[in-house]
């Protein structure tokens, strides 16, 4: 059964709408561990949208599972990593124009950047993910550069409009995860997942942590957080 971590940007997405105090996301990573996220995920982006500095120092010190900061392999980003000392880093792509991240991180543009990178923030001690599509050749830059994990991006099978693509997509994904492993790295997965696509990919043997954010905040909106999370983690289960 994988963990699920939950991904609470958007509530400082609403916050950061009126720059007001609220909704507070360090409240509602409180809330999401006690009705059992198995971690807490923050993207700390470039241009500040949504996730403060001042959110992640707070939650290094509140979260009680697992804090996973999702960020671009910039040397700000490493900087302020080597500082607050998460539980875990994920290396994403990041374009200020995005709406959400559109896609796994290209290895295959710049492997050395990403070795180093990955190298730097282990010898601190962190574990470190790298978030990527679901191909080999990605996988076996990201075991090159060293990282204890792949997400393998489930986005293009969250946006499939008929079955034929999901089911295509999903064999990919599990074709994903089972050339991770014999590799030797972890698997997580994540990204568009929601109530009514997420038991498939729940299913598949090898992914040990799904990361799920937005539907989990839009749901939340209507009927709290702490029973958007258990709704979630029932389904995962």
Not at 105 to 127: C, M, Q, R, Y
Not at 207 to 217: A, K, P, T, W
């Amino acid at each position: 059964m994988p963990r699920l971590n939950v991904n609470i940007d958007h509530i400082a997405t609403l916050r950061e709408a009126r720059k007001s105090k609220e909704p507070d996301p360090v409240l509602a990573a409180y809330v999401a561990e006690l009705a059992g996220a198995g971690g807490i995920v923050v993207h700390l982006r470039e241009d500040r949208r949504h996730i403060q500095d001042r959110d992640l120092l707070i939650l290094r010190k509140t979260v009680k599972t697992k804090l996973n900061l999702e960020m671009a392999p910039t040397r700000e980003m490493i900087d302020i990593a080597l500082d607050v000392r998460p539980d875990m880093v994920t290396l994403v792509p990041e374009k200020r124009q995005e709406i959400t991240t559109e896609g796994g991180l290209d290895v295959l543009k710049s492997p050395e950047t990403v070795a180093h990178v990955v190298n730097e923030i282990k010898k601190a001690g962190i574990f470190v993910s790298v978030f990527i599509d679901p191909n080999p050749k990605q996988i076996e830059l990201v075991r090159k550069a060293g990282a204890d994990m792949v997400e393998i991006h489930t986005g293009i099978y969250a946006n499939a409009t008929n079955e034929k693509d999901e089911e295509n997509e999903l064999s990919k994904i599990q074709e994903a995860i089972e050339y991770s492993e014999k590799l030797g790295l972890r698997v997580a997965a994540g990204h568009g997942l929601n109530y009514t696509n997420v038991r498939k990919v729940s299913t598949l043997k090898g992914i040990e942590e799904l990361n799920i954010g937005h539907s989990i905040i839009a749901n939340a909106v209507i009927v709290g957080i702490e029973k958007a999370v258990r709704d979630m983690v029932a389904l995962c289960r």
